[in-house]
T-cell receptor
């Protein structure tokens, strides 16, 4: 079974631009979560989508948004990029099995804002 | 406020010995805990999890212990292998299956041959 895929793997943008990142979950997984990883803050939860609805949201400004499509694929958008948005953006999909769940991560998209 | 803390940024052990990685949490609502391993330029890889109704879970060389009264969990790796060298993250969830995970900042494990 294919794992979580993220595109693109690397991206360089300039301040003020916007960016869209894409995530394809493992087949059959309906939940997709997004995280930001930076050296100073570690892994921080952005938001989670389930059946095309945002189910959870972290403490990030409204410039960060996302959506999920009917095939469970998800996109994340960051508008008006700032230097501090430079980070590794990770997508994870999960499946609940028998009361426990495992969350599987993709390789991430490395975003550099200059 | 950091709700999940991994107080040791790094740990070095000899091959074949036990590695013990520690994690403390402050939120008593957390009821599900996971450990991930991460190599540079890759996403975290799920290792093992534990529900708050248990105090121990084992999977091969990996064992996770949960002490709810102390709000502490630990990951034991026995025996440690050089391929275990990576950054290990502890994560917690407060909705027993919610996909919102709160992560610690990680511990870099180095296993020396």
């Amino acid at each position: 079974k294919a794992g979580v895929t993220q595109t693109p793997r690397y991206l360089i943008k300039t301040r003020g631009q916007q960016v869209t990142l894409s995530c394809s979950p493992i087949s059959g997984h309906r939940s997709v979560s997004w995280y930001q990883q930076t050296p100073g803050q570690g892994l921080q939860f952005l938001f989670e989508y389930f059946s095309e609805t945002q189910r959870n949201k972290g403490n990030f400004p409204g410039r960060f948004s996302g959506r999920q499509f009917s095939n469970s694929r998800s996109e994340m958008n960051v508008s008006t990029l700032e230097l501090g948005d430079s980070a590794l953006y990770l997508c994870a999909s999960s499946l609940v099995v028998g009361g426990s769940y495992e969350q599987y991560f993709g390789p991430g998209t490395r975003l550099t804002v200059t | 406020d950091q709700q999940v803390k991994q107080n040791s940024p790094s740990l070095s052990v000899q091959e074949g010995r036990i590695s013990i990685l520690n994690c403390d949490y402050t939120n008593s609502m957390f009821d599900y805990f996971l450990w991930y391993k991460k190599y540079p330029a890759e996403g975290p890889t799920f290792l093992i999890s534990i529900s708050s109704i248990k105090d121990k879970n084992e999977d091969g060389r990996f064992t996770v212990f949960l002490n709810k009264s102390a709000k502490h969990l630990s990951l034991h790796i026995v025996p440690s292998q050089p391929g275990d060298s990576a950054v290990y993250f502890c994560a917690a969830s407060s909705q027993g299956g919610s996909e919102k995970l709160v992560f610690g900042k990680g511990t870099k494990l180095t296993v020396n041959p």
